[in-house]
């Protein structure tokens, strides 16, 4: 436990200890602490038109294009994010995708309405270890409480890396309650 007198000697003592694999690591996550910190000081708040949300402003996702039915956000890859295997975990790709799909439906949709995810049907086709990747979504169909959209992500070396299929749902003050 760190005493709150002494946080950083503290630190300092526990880094000296790690192995190189875990310091590793540990650097990784203090570069996306460290872009969060970046973020938040151009990033007024999460509702923010530049900011894609509190987990995706983490992870430095960054919106090119949304609205008029599709998106394009992007990713630079850090191996912070690394499953056990050495490649980048799924559930970076996910929320990627996920975040893509959101950009895609949410700015044609009428004001005070939002959207959430109801399911993302993802498939991984390549590993991926560094580098940027871009999650393109397209809104296949706009119903009135449900949107359904299609993704597909590439690496920066133009690989299909993942393809998607999702739904939305549609939310208005009366559906709400």
Known sequence: M?????????????????????????LGWLR???RAREAGATVAS????????????????????RGGGGSRLRLIVDPAWH??????HGGV???????SMGAAVQPDLSEGEHCATIEV??????????????AETQVVKQGRTIAFTES??????????????GSMFVFRESNER
Do not use: C, F
């Not at 499953?83 to 980048?88: A, I, K, M």
């Not at 790709?93 to 975040?99: G, N, S």
């Not at 991984?124 to 871009?134: A, E, I, K, N, S």
């Open 121 to 134: 049907k993802v498939s991984y086709l390549t590993p991926v270890r560094d580098g940027t990747l871009w």
């Open 83 to 88: 499953n056990p295997n050495g490649v980048l």
């Open 93 to 99: 790709i996910y929320t990627l995708i996920d975040y």
């Open 2 to 26: 760190i005493d709150s007198g002494q946080p950083v000697e503290e630190l300092r003592a526990e880094v000296e200890s790690l192995s190189e694999e875990r310091a590793r690591t540990l």
């Open 46 to 65: 999460a509702q923010s038109p530049q900011s894609v949300g509190p987990l995706g402003d983490l992870l430095g996702i960054v919106t090119e294009r």
């Open 152 to 165: 597909k992500v590439w690496d920066h070396n133009a690989r299909l890396v993942a393809t998607a299929s």
């Open 32 to 34: 996306v602490m460290k």
